[in-house]
């Protein structure tokens, strides 16, 4: 697939005004990165939001 999309892009860029990459004329699945998913459910009180703010000012000091 990767030099089927690399030979693709290489024939047709004489014909586009711009240059273009393999990935831009035939994006795979495994092009995109993995992005790990949010957990939605956890949820900080106030105390541990103090409490990490403290922490996070200690680091700066």
Known sequence: MERA???AAIIIQPHVKKNITPKQL???P???KQIPPINKNKKTNVADAQKRFEQLVNRIE
Do not use: N
Request: no cysteine; net charge positive.
């Open 5 to 7: 999309r690399t030979i």
């Open 26 to 28: 035939l994006p795979l």
């Open 30 to 32: 495994w092009d995109k």
